[in-house]
């Protein structure tokens, strides 16, 4: 029993809060969705992920090395990724793991992933001693994994992926002159290829410099074959061999004759380099060049303006539509070349008008020249030429490059 003290004491009872504390969320981690890698670009980033990533997660990458069979190697063959880590696009070693790639690889498909990477940089996965030993020596130094014996070494396969083409133009190349220069160094001498020596040795730089793989390179390498056989370039000689009939004609190689010039410049096989002032041979050469380009342009307008009726041609001039030094591929064909005036000509180069795709002609207002104001009306239409109009690729260039946009444009 309670004494008359301790019962005078009141009872404490404790308070409840109306409403409990949160307790701290748990971050829910979420499998990443897998994608595959979009382009070459996309490999050698993976490619530097596992590099960069591999110490952090030595004990992760360790087993992998010893595991996998299938390797991407940097161009310079020093950095490496399991294909199956490489061949999705922005793959992390965290994403890797949450996507069950470090539990039997049960969200990742090795074969689909291997006929990607193959079908991207048109390269099979090979044996290759010197990036084995580089491989096995970047394992040992990164990472502490002796990958002893020799025989897991030398199952390792790997695509190497190509050097970077630097492409001189500001535009992506024409398939058909990717092509072209690519069959001119797979054929050597003896002027013979084949379509998949074609693809496997020049097939990712022709990638990268066209920038316009679509979803089958393979048949855009094909269907632009059949075209340049059509015009007389290559010969289809059965069973995928084909022979190179018209290589490139170079302006500055040597003293072309103006038939083989104007020929080269009817197959869009003739080129024009930069043009040299120090050597007088070279600029003579290259001259002569642009001088038949000219005459064909001319030929091809009718002698005549294109959007105007002057004729004198003293005052008519080879308008290039992508400028002489965007793009160099670009110099020799009709296709970017206008029979302009000389005043249709500076307002052209000057982005006072341009042409839509369908050759309408549009301008450029409002206009605050007078005398700009009076030339342009005259510019009402586009008389089309006797072939090789102006391709849509490089009108699209002139038009950005000048803005012609809703609001800045009029048309004719």
């Not at 404790?14 to 490999?43: H, M, N, Y």
């Not at 990036?131 to 897991?152: N, Q, Y």
């Not at 015009?231 to 083989?260: F, K």
């Not at 004198?312 to 070349?337: F, M, Q, T």
Request: proline share 6%.
């Amino acid at each position: 029993m309670l004494s008359h003290a301790e019962a005078a004491v009141p009872a404490v009872v404790p308070t409840i809060p109306q409403t409990l504390p949160e307790l701290p969320k748990q971050e829910t981690l979420v499998p990443p969705t897998l994608t595959f890698a979009k382009d070459i670009a996309s490999f050698s980033a993976a490619v530097a992920t596992f590099a960069r990533e591999a110490k952090a997660h030595a004990h992760l990458a360790g087993r992998l090395v010893q595991q996998c069979t299938y390797w991407i190697a940097a161009d310079d063959g020093k950095s490496f990724a399991p294909a199956k880590f490489a061949a999705y696009e922005a793959m992390t070693f965290d994403g890797y793991v949450l996507a069950g790639g470090d539990d039997g690889g049960s969200r990742f498909d090795g074969t689909l992933a291997r006929k990607h990477i193959k079908k991207l940089t048109f390269r099979k996965f090979r044996s290759d001693p010197p990036l084995s030993s580089a491989l096995k020596t970047w394992a040992e130094i990164t990472l502490g994994v002796v990958t002893e014996p020799a025989a897991m070494r030398e199952r390792w396969r790997f695509v190497r992926l190509p050097s970077r083409v630097e492409n001189s133009s500001k535009t992506p190349r024409r398939w058909r002159d990717a092509i072209l220069d690519a069959a001119v160094r797979v054929a050597g001498n003896g002027g013979r290829f084949t379509r998949n020596e074609l693809l496997y040795a020049e097939g990712a730089s022709m990638l990268q410099q066209t920038s316009s793989a679509g979803k089958s390179p393979d048949q855009t390498v094909t269907r632009e074959l059949q075209r340049m056989q059509t015009d007389g370039i290559v010969e289809h000689e059965g069973l995928g061999a084909w022979r190179l009939l018209v290589p490139p004609l170079i302006a500055q190689d040597r003293d072309w004759s103006d038939e083989e010039i104007d020929a080269a410049i009817e197959r869009e096989v003739f080129r024009l380099p930069d043009i040299p002032t120090s050597d007088a041979l070279t600029l003579t050469r290259c001259r002569r060049g642009q001088d038949r380009v000219r005459v064909h342009v001319l030929a091809n307008y009718r002698n005549r303006c294109a959007v105007c009726d002057i004729a004198d041609e003293n005052l008519l001039i080879a308008s290039h539509v992508e400028r002489w030094a965007d793009n160099p591929d670009a110099r020799g064909l009709l296709a970017n070349v206008i029979c302009l005036c000389r005043p249709h000509d500076c307002l052209f180069e000057a982005g006072y008008w341009s042409l839509a795709d369908d050759l309408a002609v549009i301008r450029r207002t409002p206009l605050a020249s007078e005398t700009i104001a009076r030339i342009l009306p005259v510019t009402t239409s586009f008389q089309r030429p006797l072939k090789a109009p102006p391709h849509s690729n490089h009108l699209r260039v002139h038009r950005s490059k000048h803005g012609f946009d809703v609001g800045s444009i009029d048309g004719a």
